[in-house]
């Protein structure tokens, strides 16, 4: 009995060191509760999720940066707020602000990126699906983008995902024309594929053609291709989707969101959240409120007028405009609104513009009228859009000012139209178009020796 | 090779359990005795003839035993002249003397020629001293008692040679950082593995909320000092190896107290004590503080007026005159209960243990309270066959305030740093609710919930065959389980605004499990060659899980779980991750009758966490040692007793890295509104492998005078290569960091320790004293990741080719300019900045370029201390004892971010009284700076020398006065033992060091010798009662 015991204890002790041998299976650890980077795109709900993904990203670039980048160094806001708000109205910019990093930028290209490369593995045919979803993806690359050179003017161009150590690192700055065939290249792509509209809300928030084509408006027009930017921005006006909201409505564009006048707007909710009280409605405290010459520039009657801002006479003046007439709630809570970043007015604005370069001011004034019909202010025609504003160009830059306002356009709209020295000079001293860029942040440029600061930053 | 899947593993390994206990049910068998003859006799000291009180007399084999009584007299009864009596002593070598036919035997017992002879544990085994070829030091549990700390890693602290000890926390259960020789990974942690009673054990905090690392706690004080037998810290590569690729940062062994045999043994540890802040930092008044801010306006560009509220004195919410330290430090009392039982006999051996610590924080509504039981159990079935376990369970319940970092929430920096003005309380008794961006700090002790509640079970079953007298199979099970759950809850009272109140909850699971078996050989062959072998095999796995939710807007204050939340803020559900390891492991060594020593190690690693291609790592290490005092010409020197040369080299590894980084990570919850998301969060690099460490070692042992002064000395050198980084990369590629094999850093140290007997005889005086130094240098990183030639780490220190880890990097301060005109060479801030104007900080223009900007930082200071250590002194008389333990370091420099917030008027934080010396006007000769509001110069948040200051210190750390009552006088009560005593912690610091406590350390990382106001040390006065039975 003892030594069969004892064998047995033996065996049992060879045969544990032997179990202990399985092989390296033992060291094969699949991630539980994430994907691994190369694995992720499997099943056509990861690439769902993938380019979801992408918007999530969109969410952090334009939480506050849409404002600081497209009112903060224009003359529609003031602002008592230390920081980037003070920075950038008194043209102060330095390569600390928090506005000169490109971060979320390239997070979503990042993001966009994988989309791209990997959507079509996971399809074994190119699918109408598997095309609007690479569509959205170089739609969202191609926004991001769009902002980078008009913020930074050169940039990298990165169109590839970062997945092994060999890749390049320190990618110096591509001249912004190249970025900006990449935009369209990726927007006719976007134009041709994206899906024409989704159910219910969604075809708000994601992009469809309609968003695609007013992009490609928006970047037409920067790079002032008028023929281009008329024929995009025809496509939007004959797309039954959208039409003006009436001016009772007016509000509800920007309170509740979801218009039928909104081409594209970045979607929030309770918890993914912006800054839009903290930029516009504090009151006291707020980042911005509405400049002196703003407030003078509302034409008698405008209807606009007391949705915009708090025409009342507390001092500061509240911006109302995402909030509703009235409101006065001061507390810095994050906000829950969707961020408009494209819509109707601004197409037909646009497409004013862009026949009034051509020469086509009949086309341009009956576009300007449209907008101003809507605020019950008196249609114009051009020898008073003329005498009112010196030129039809002025006359619909004044109305987007209004239109638009504190929307993030309006710094983009000088740059573009060339008005930026003359409107801003006398109020910051701006003179040179090399600051028209902001500077590159210092962190990117300790990260990459490859980069050189902006010029006028040097 | 075989290859079987994980799940057949597992089976093989619950069939190979069963059967080992089916064996030892079978074979359990017992001894009985014939009792009649008694035996009586004295005993004494051979060195001075003096009789010895409390030498253990048993009866071999038997339950039976007595102690001697002060005259050194026994009685023992019920023997038979076959019996044999045991006589044990510490300090002396045990003596068997056969009864046979006497009724008196009188013992001469002999000191230990050599405390050589004791065994030291080792990885995977034991070892006599005097064979040992590597670095390991040993703290027993003598030293363990007297320190009356409540976590076994603050005990290390000055005690063991080339072991850096310092607090992250003084909080109850608060976190400590542990370096051994020196820090040897950039990125992927420096702290030892810890092997508990063979279960390596987490180490790193779990704590997921109110948890960034710098009030992290510290998962070792699970663990009950009283259970600990000793610690060992295996040092150099000979030592370490054996624990492969854990083990480049040393490896922490810790023993816990088993059963004896022999009539069991009661012990019962009383002690109850206060706990006080050692300091109290001086703060500016209100008016002194109202003047500060009307000045701080006045020196604007353009002056504005301040804030009304500010200068509203008649406004109760600002008419106060309040000494925050006096609202928020109070005297804390603590108290410990500790019982034990051990006991057994030859064939079962058991220790019980139990212990209850209750214990106050010195800030406001602090606790830690903690239970810990244990059971060790050993049970020889046969002559063969051993079985035995540890397991020991904890639960720990520490009520937490929010202590760390400069955040808005921090207690410890509004205890500093809040306005005096700003009134606790308002007329109606009710908290001061939220001012200008800042939280009561009352309130947020007394009503803000961080509770950290926590169970862990560390447990090691173990069955030991001996095949042959000479060949031993071992194999146990360990596993170690923490479940914590966390709530955290700020209510509305705390917030600003309306109805704004938040909560969180996690849950987490951590546990590891693994598998070691392993055969040993020891023969000796012939008379002078010993030989001794190990091979073996380990397996271990972790799984973390974690479930949490975040809400806010909960419908009341009093409602603070997560479903009285109306919004959801955040969710963590089901967080799993899972890492596992496979090892092989084998060791041979040699020696020559003891004069020729010669080991060698090998480990095999395999982990999870690796590219596949690069899973296994190979870990070898070699030592020699020569007893050159048993040469022939050694001999017959009568001074000295023992000398030994040891040299000793390895490899040992760092696989410190998250568990799936180098497969890149997509991570989910990157959802757009409703709509789920997926989006690529971790680089991935397939080539990532081990930071792997060579360490050489040599070492000189010597002992004199008949063994009353020993000597150690260790020399080492250590370069660690392929250090696992996360290597910034610009942002463009859409991550921050990749991690990366890259670069390689140079640890180099001495290591000196003397142990000293100075008196002998009835007053007896020993003196421990140890001093290491270690210099760290970076030696290599690659090209591509220097921006300037260096990589920022973090807001202060720098890592830098050819220097240390700890270096501090920013602008040099050299005073203030005293007149506008002072500033001769017009020197501007940036290019485009402004001039420096009277007031303002002198800044050291490195290049002369009158520019203050980037390029005028320098080396401001180094974290790292040039020595550190400690030295104990025990004076004992009969029963009275007295210990004095001092510890130090020097030369190491703290950046104090703590005093740049109390001398810096942002957010109209409240200054130290050095403002009172500020400059005021035009002519002023001073070192403090103009207040400024809002100042664009941001001359206070400069990362600059001002703030940095030297840390030396030295503390006596532990006054221990103990008195033990006599034998006789305890015997007629009843006891075995009965002993009194009284302990001091923290009693004095000797330093220049001008916050809290120069031993700090906020961040448990490599940005060492940050103080940004962690949780202060206390002063604890104990005192106690042992009594045993």
């Known amino acids: 009995m003892r030594y069969i015991t004892n064998y047995k204890i033996i065996i049992t002790g060879i045969l544990a060191f032997f179990a202990f041998s399985c092989s390296d299976s033992i060291l094969d650890k699949d991630p539980v509760s994430s994907f691994s980077g190369q694995g992720f795109y499997k099943t056509s709900s990861d690439a769902q999720a993938g380019v979801y993904g992408i918007y999530d990203a969109l969410q952090s670039t334009f939480r506050v940066n849409f404002a600081y980048w497209g009112e903060g160094r224009a003359d529609a806001v003031a602002t008592n707020h230390a920081g980037d708000p003070v920075a950038l109205i008194q043209n102060n910019l330095t390569q600390s602000i928090s506005s000169a990093r490109w971060n979320n930028i390239y997070e979503t290209v990042s993001r966009a990126n994988y989309a791209i490369k990997y959507i079509p593995d996971v399809f074994e045919n190119e699918s109408e699906f598997s095309l609007q979803l690479i569509a959205q993806a170089k739609a969202l690359r191609a926004l991001s983008y769009f902002f980078a050179v008009r913020v930074w003017g050169d940039v990298p161009l990165i169109t590839e995902p970062y997945e092994s150590v060999d890749q390049e690192f320190f990618v110096p700055k591509t001249d912004k024309e190249k970025v900006l065939d990449q935009i369209v290249e990726d ?133 109302w405009k995402f909030f509703g007439e009235g409101f006065s709630d001061e507390s810095p809570d994050p906000s829950s609104n969707n961020i408009v970043l494209l819509r109707l007015a601004d197409i037909i604005l646009l497409k004013a513009e862009a026949h009034n370069k051509l020469g086509n001011n009949s086309e341009a004034i009956k576009l300007l009228n449209l907008i101003r019909k809507r605020a019950e202010i008196p249609e114009l025609d051009e020898t008073q859009a003329t005498a009112l504003y010196g030129s039809v160009e002025s006359a619909i830059l004044h109305e987007r000012l209004i239109e638009l306002s504190f929307e993030g356009h309006r710094w983009f709209d000088l740059v573009r139209t060339g008005r930026a020295i003359s409107v801003m000079g006398p109020i910051n001293g701006l003179s040179d178009e090399g600051n028209f860029v902001w500077p590159i942040h210092e962190d990117a440029l300790n990260r990459n020796p490859s980069l050189q600061q902006n010029d006028f930053y040097r | 090779m075989h290859s079987y899947p994980l799940s057949r593993c597992k089976r093989e390994l619950t069939k190979r359990t069963v059967l080992g206990i089916l064996f030892l049910v079978c074979c359990a068998f017992s001894n009985g005795y014939s009792q009649n003859q008694s035996v009586s006799g004295r005993i004494t000291d051979e060195a001075t003839g003096e009789p010895l009180f409390g030498v253990n007399v048993i009866v071999k084999g038997t339950l039976n035993g007595v102690s001697s009584d002060l005259n050194g007299n026994y009685s023992i009864k019920n023997v038979t002249p076959e019996n044999i009596l045991m006589f044990s002593y510490m300090g002396f070598t045990d003596q068997e003397i056969r009864i046979g036919n006497t009724t008196e035997i009188n013992v001469i017992l002999i000191p230990s020629v050599d405390q050589l002879d004791e065994l030291v544990i080792v990885g995977y085994g034991t070892k006599k001293k005097r064979n040992l070829t590597g670095a390991i030091v040993s703290v027993g549990s003598e030293d363990i008692d007297k320190s009356n700390l409540q976590d076994p890693i603050s005990i290390l602290q000055g005690r063991a040679a080339g072991v850096q000890v310092t607090s992250n926390s003084g909080a109850p259960g608060g976190g400590m950082s542990i370096k051994v020789r020196g820090n040897s990974s950039l990125n992927s942690g420096n702290s030892p593995l810890y092997v508990v009673d063979g279960v390596p054990i987490e180490s790193s905090s779990l704590s997921s909320l109110n948890g960034s690392e710098n009030f992290g706690l510290n998962p070792l004080a699970d663990i009950n000092p009283g259970d600990i037998q000793s610690i060992e810290i295996l040092k150099d590569a000979a030592s370490t190896a054996i624990y492969g690729s854990r083990a480049a940062n040393g490896v922490v062994l810790i023993t816990t107290k088993r059963g004896i045999s022999g009539k069991a043994q009661v012990d019962l540890n009383i002690s109850s004590g206060v706990s006080e802040i050692p300091r109290r930092l001086s703060v500016l008044n209100a008016s002194q503080y109202r003047q500060v801010i009307l000045d701080s306006y006045r020196n604007m560009d353009n002056p504005v007026t301040p804030n009304g509220i500010i200068l509203d004195s008649l406004n109760p919410k600002n008419n106060g005159d309040v000494d925050w330290q006096k609202e928020l430090l109070r005297i804390a009392p603590q108290n410990k209960i500790d019982l034990s039982v051990r006991g057994g006999t ?438 591509n990741l220097l921006t300037n030639g260096f990589i920022q780490n973090g807001d202060f220190h720098i890592l830098k080719e050819g220097l240390p880890i700890g270096t501090f990097y920013g602008y040099k301060f050299n005073g203030v300019y005293s007149r506008d005109e002072d500033n001769v060479n017009q020197v501007t801030n940036g290019a485009l900045g402004q001039q420096f104007k009277g007031g303002d900080p002198i800044w050291d223009d490195v290049n002369g370029d009158n520019i203050i900007d980037e390029n005028d930082k320098q080396i401001i200071g180094d974290a790292t201390p040039d020595f550190f250590g400690g030295i104990n002194n025990t004076f004992s008389y009969k029963g009275l004892s007295l210990g004095v333990f001092l510890q130090f370091s020097y030369g190491n420099d703290i950046y104090s971010e703590i005093n740049h917030q109390r001398n810096s008027v942002v957010r109209y934080n409240n200054l130290s009284t050095d403002a009172l010396d500020r400059w005021r006007e035009q002519g002023d000769v001073t070192n403090f700076p103009k207040p400024v509001s809002d100042d664009p110069l941001r001359s206070d948040s400069r990362v600059q020398s001002r703030w940095v200051e030297d840390g030396s210190y030295i503390k006596l750390k532990n006054i221990n006065i103990r008195y033990r009552f006599p034998d006789n006088m305890v015997d007629n009560l009843g006891m075995r033992k009965l002993e009194v005593y009284a302990s001091a912690l923290n009693v004095l610091t000797w330093t220049h060091y001008t916050g809290f406590d120069p031993d700090v350390n906020s961040y448990s990382g490599l940005r060492e010798g940050i103080d940004e106001g962690s949780y202060p040390q206390s002063r604890t006065i104990m005192l106690g009662l042992n009594i045993g039975f």
């Open chain 1, 187 to 319: 927007l006719i792509f976007a134009s041709e594929n994206c899906k024409d509209n989704f159910s219910g809300d969604k075809t708000r928030i994601l992009f469809t053609k309609g968003g695609a084509n007013a992009l490609l408006t928006q970047v037409y027009m920067w790079r002032k291709q008028y023929n281009e930017a008329i024929e995009s921005a025809e496509k939007v006006l004959d797309n039954s989707q959208y039409s003006l909201v009436s001016m009772n409505d007016w509000s509800k564009i920007f309170t509740s969101g979801y218009s039928n006048e909104s081409i594209f707007e970045v979607g929030y909710n309770e918890t993914q959240t912006n800054a839009l009280r903290v930029l516009y409605a504090l009151g006291s405290d707020s980042d911005y409120f509405p400049s002196e010459s703003f407030k003078a520039a509302f034409e008698d009657g405008d209807l606009r007028k007391n949705l915009i801002y708090d025409t009342t006479n507390a001092t500061p003046k509240k911006i």
């Open chain 2, 346 to 783: 030859d064939d079962l051996k058991y220790a019980w243990s139990s212990s209850f610590l209750d214990q106050d924080g010195i800030i406001l509504n602090s606790n830690y309270k903690r239970v810990t039981t244990r059971l060790n159990v050993d049970f020889k079935v046969s002559e063969k066959v051993t079985f035995g376990q540890s397991i020991s369970y904890t639960n720990g319940v520490n009520n937490r305030i929010n202590a760390g970092g400069t955040g808005n929430l921090s207690v410890i920096r509004e205890l500093l740093v809040r306005p005096p003005i700003f009134a606790a309380y308002l007329p109606d008794g009710s908290y001061n609710g939220y001012q200008f961006g800042r939280r009561n700090p009352i309130g947020l002790a007394e009503l803000a919930t961080h509770l950290n509640k926590s169970n862990r079970v560390i447990g090691n079953q173990y069955v030991e065959y001996n095949i042959l007298e000479s060949l031993k199979l071992r194999s146990n099970l360990n596993l170690d389980y923490t479940s914590i759950k966390e709530d955290e809850f700020i209510p509305s009272t705390l917030d600003y605004r309306e109805g704004y109140n938040s909560g969180s909850v996690r849950s987490i699971n951590n546990l590891t499990w693994g598998n070691e078996t392993f055969l040993s050989f020891n023969k000796q062959l012939g008379e002078s060659h010993n030989l001794s072998a190990l091979a073996g095999l380990s397996f271990q796995d972790w799984k973390y899980e974690r479930v949490g939710l975040d809400g806010m807007f909960f419908s009341s204050d009093n409602i603070t779980t997560l479903n009285g939340a109306g919004t959801i803020s955040n969710q963590e559900v089901n967080i799993t991750t899972e890492h596992s390891m496979l090892s092989y492991f084998g060791r041979v060594s040699y020696d020559y009758k003891g004069k020729y020593l010669f080991e060698a190690n090998l480990r095999a690693d395999g982990s999870s966490r690796f590219g596949e291609d690069q899973r296994f790592g190979y870990f070898p290490s070699a030592a020699v040692a020569w007893r050159f005092s048993d040469e022939a010409f050694l001999k017959n020197v009568d001074l000295l007793n023992d000398a030994k040369l040891r040299l000793s080299v390895g490899q040992t590894g760092n696989e410190s890295i998250g568990n799936y980084t180098s497969r890149g990570e997509f991570m989910v919850g990157a959802n757009y509104l409703d709509y789920s998301g997926a989006a690529p969060s971790v680089m991935p690099n397939s080539g990532l492998t081990w930071e792997t460490t060579t360490q050489y070692n040599g070492g000189l042992d010597l002992s004199f005078l008949n063994n009353r002064l020993t000597f150690n000395a260790d020399v080492y050198l250590k370069i660690t290569e392929d250090l696992l980084y996360n290597v910034p990369i610009p942002r463009t590629t859409g991550f921050s960091y990749v991690t990366q094999n890259i670069g390689s850093i140079e640890n180099k140290g001495i290591e000196l320790s003397l142990n000293s007997r100075n008196l002998v005889g009835d007053f007896k005086w020993e003196t421990n004293f140890n001093i290491s130094a270690n210099r760290n240098q970076i030696k290599e990183l690659p090209e």
